[in-house]
Structures are given as C-alpha cells and as structure tokens.
Antibody
Framework: DVQLLESGGGSVQSGGSLRLSCAAS????????MSWVRQAPGKGLEWVSA????????YYTDSVKGRFTISRDNSQNTLSLQMNRLRAEDTALYYC??????????????????WGRGTIVTVSS | QSVLTQPPSTSTTPGQSVTISCSGS????????VHWYQQLPGTAPKLLIF???QRPSGVPDRFSGSKSGTSASLAISGLRSDDEGDYYC???????????FGGGTKLTVL
C-alpha cells in the first residue's frame, strides 16, 4: 500500500528551526519527485517545495527561499524539509506529497497523487 | 490572493449537480494541466481529477473535469451529503516556476 508518513512538527519561537521528515513506502521512491504542501489554520493549500527523484533539483516558493532546504535520502525512502529562521506565517499543517509522473532528473509539473496526513508546525512570535 | 480564482462557496441539495470554476492565466491553466483536489472535513486532500479530465482509480464518474483556454471546471453530479468539503484547483505556473492553487471552494450539500 502506498503511504507517506510525516513527522517532526512542533512548536517553536520565531527565528527558530525545525526539521520535518516524511517516510515513504509502497512505491519506488527514487523514481518520483516529492513535494511539501502546507495549509495555514483555516486557510487554503500552498505549495512550498519540491525535489526531483535524484535529489539534484529543488524548487521553492518565494516566501521560503533562503530559509528552507528540501532534501531526500533514497536509501532510506525519506524526504526532509529543514526549516530555519521560522516566522509566524509559517504556522501550518505541512503535507508530504508524491508527484504523479516519474521524475528522476527533473520535476514533472504534474499532480500530487499521494498525500500524507500532515504534521503541524506552530511558530510563536 | 490566490493565483487561481475559485468561488469561495457553493451550495446545493442532494441529488443535484454543481460546477466549480477555476480561472487562471496563460502562464498556468492556459499552458499546463489542471488538477482538482477534494478535502473532506478533518482529512488530508485527495487527488480527484488530474491532467484536466482524468480520474484516479476509485474516483466515481460523478466527478468530471474540463478545461478551456485559461479556465477549468469541476462538475459533480448526483451530489451526496458526504461530498461536503473543500475543493481546490491547481496547476503549474511557468512564470513563477511553482505549483499554484486556487483559494478553494467550500461545497455545502443541504
């Protein structure tokens, strides 16, 4: 069964750091780009970051560039998001997602077909 | 302000049909696939329609998607009370090299 399980969320003060992890199972992890999508309390979905299957190509939304770093360990089927210099506006439920189409050396602009249950990040000012 | 524009809410009665619109630009919907996600209360989003009009395995044919120019639509027929939730459109945006979402449409089935 294809599954994504996030961990690492928590409460932190503004300016602090957190590292999110996502454990993947049920598919050939290294063949697919992966992504993080977040949802602030009572708000809509916002794409945050993505990484190619090989881990060599990262993309970020403008508001997190220079603060967040996405990475992956294909030997452990794990996706990570290192979040530094956190701000109150980063408070959200963070979802790990899988990109539908195969993308080893690139990030295909395709749908997110698998979603985890999310991990909550709370940043207090 | 979301890059893709959706109506904030819509409501209807069981058994009826509804269409949710999603408007964008040539940088996103006009040049890329549109995808739709369903988020039922208290749950993670779920892929409902991908690549404009494709249904993932397990999604009933009551749900259908279409795209024309820089706009897209999600149609739901035979509405049921358990269809209540939030529906989001999304697409890749070439101008910002990012996925963009609509603000979401809250569907109420009275």
């Amino acid at each position: 069964d294809v599954q994504l399980l996030e961990s690492g969320g928590g409460s932190v003060q503004s300016g602090g750091s957190l590292r999110l992890s996502c454990a993947a199972s049920g598919f050939t992890f290294s063949n697919y780009a992966m992504s993080w999508v977040r949802q602030a309390p009572g708000k809509g979905l916002e794409w945050v970051s993505a990484i190619s299957g090989s881990g060599t190509i990262p993309y970020y939304t403008d508001s997190v560039k220079g603060r967040f770093t996405i990475s992956r360990d294909n030997s452990q089927n794990t996706l990570s998001l290192q979040m530094n210099r956190l701000r109150a506006e980063d408070t959200a439920l963070y979802y790990c997602t899988k990109v539908f189409w195969v993308g080893v050396k690139a990030i295909p602009p395709d749908a997110f077909d698998i979603w985890g249950r999310g991990t909550i990040v709370t940043v207090s000012s | 302000q979301s890059v893709l524009t959706q109506p904030p809410s819509t409501s209807t009665t069981p058994g009826q049909s509804v269409t949710i619109s999603c408007s964008g630009s040539s940088f996103n919907i006009g040049n890329n696939y549109v995808h739709w996600y369903q988020q039922l209360p208290g749950t993670a989003p779920k892929l409902l329609i991908f690549r404009n009009n494709q249904r993932p395995s397990g999604v009933p044919d009551r749900f259908s998607g279409s795209k024309s120019g820089t706009s897209a639509s999600l149609a739901i027929s035979g509405l049921r009370s358990d269809d209540e939730g939030d529906y989001y459109c999304a697409a890749w945006d070439d101008s910002v090299t990012a996925w963009v979402f609509g603000g979401g449409t809250k569907l109420t089935v009275l």
